[in-house]
Antibody, heavy 124, light 107 residues
Framework: QVRLVESGGGVVQPGRSLRLSCTAS????????MHWVRQAPGKGLEWVAI????????DYADSVKGRFSISRDNSKNTLYLQMHSLRAEDTAVYYC?????????????????WGQGTLVTVSS | DIQMTQSPSSLSASVGDRVTITCRAS??????LAWFQQKPGKAPKSLIY???SLQSGVPSKFSGSGSGTDFTLTISSLQPEDFATYYC?????????FGQGTKVEIK
C-alpha cells in the first residue's frame, strides 16, 4: 500500500529557508516521478514542482522558480523540497504526490497517490 | 502556461442527481487530463486519468470524457460521500496547471 508522509512544515519568518521531506513506502520509490503540490488556506490546488524517477530532470511553477529546489534520495526513499526566500504567499499545505506509472520520464504521467500534507506558515 | 477553466465554480445538487462538471484548456492537451476529488481538511484523491480512465478502486459512477480542449466529469447518481470539491489538471506540458475547482454542495 502506497504511503507518503510529509514532514518539516512549521512557522518560518519571511526571507528564511525551510526544507520539507516526504518519506515513501509501499512501492518502489526509485522508479516513479514525484511532485509537490500546495494549497493556500481556502484556495485551490497549485502545482509546485516535479522530479523524474532518476532525478535527471526537474521543473517548477513560475511562482517558485529560482527559490525552491526539488530533489530526491532514492536510497532513502525520500523526496525533498528546499525552499528559500520564503514569502507570505508561500503559506500553504504542501502535498507530495506520486505518479501512476514507473519510468515515465518524457512520457507525461498523471498523479496517482497523495500524502496527507504538511503546513508551512510564513509569518513574522 | 496552459490555463484550465472549470465550470461551474460551485453547484447545489440533491442525492441521486446526475452532475456534470466541465474543464476547458486554453490550448490542446490531447487526453492528458486528470480529475481529483478533495473533501474538507483532507488530501486530494485521484479519480480519473487520461481524460476517461478510472483510477483503481474508483466507483464506476464517476466517468470522464473529452479530448483536445474540452473535458467533462460526470457523477451518475450523487451520493452523500460525493459532496466535495473537484479539480481538473492538465499534465501535457509544464507547468502542470489545475483548474480552480468546482464545489459540489448539498441542495
Amino acid at each position: 500500500q502506497v504511503r507518503l508522509v510529509e514532514s518539516g512544515g512549521g512557522v518560518v519568518q519571511p526571507g528564511r529557508s525551510l526544507r520539507l521531506s516526504c518519506t515513501a513506502s509501499g512501492f518502489t520509490f526509485s522508479i516513479y516521478g514525484m511532485h509537490w503540490v500546495r494549497q493556500a488556506p481556502g484556495k485551490g490546488l497549485e502545482w509546485v514542482a516535479i522530479i523524474w524517477y532518476d532525478g535527471s530532470h526537474q521543473d517548477y511553477a513560475d511562482s517558485v522558480k529560482g527559490r525552491f529546489s526539488i530533489s530526491r534520495d532514492n536510497s532513502k526513499n525520500t523526496l525533498y523540497l528546499q525552499m528559500h526566500s520564503l514569502r507570505a504567499e508561500d503559506t500553504a499545505v504542501y502535498y507530495c504526490a506520486k505518479e501512476s506509472r514507473g519510468y515515465s520520464g518524457y512520457d507525461p504521467d498523471n498523479i496517482g497517490s497523495w500524502g496527507q500534507g504538511t503546513l508551512v506558515t510564513v509569518s513574522s | 502556461d496552459i490555463q484550465m477553466t472549470q465550470s461551474p465554480s460551485s453547484l447545489s445538487a440533491s442525492v441521486g442527481d446526475r452532475v456534470t462538471i466541465t474543464c476547458r484548456a486554453s490550448q490542446g492537451i490531447s487526453n492528458y487530463l486528470a480529475w481529483f476529488q478533495q473533501k474538507p481538511g483532507k488530501a486530494p484523491k485521484s479519480l480519473i486519468y487520461a481524460a476517461s480512465s478510472l483510477q483503481s478502486g474508483v466507483p464506476s459512477k464517476f466517468s470522464g470524457s473529452g479530448s483536445g480542449t474540452d473535458f467533462t466529469l460526470t457523477i451518475s447518481s450523487l451520493q452523500p460521500e460525493d459532496f466535495a470539491t473537484y479539480y481538473c489538471q492538465q499534465y501535457s506540458i509544464y507547468p502542470r496547471t489545475f483548474g480552480q475547482g468546482t464545489k459540489v454542495e448539498i441542495k
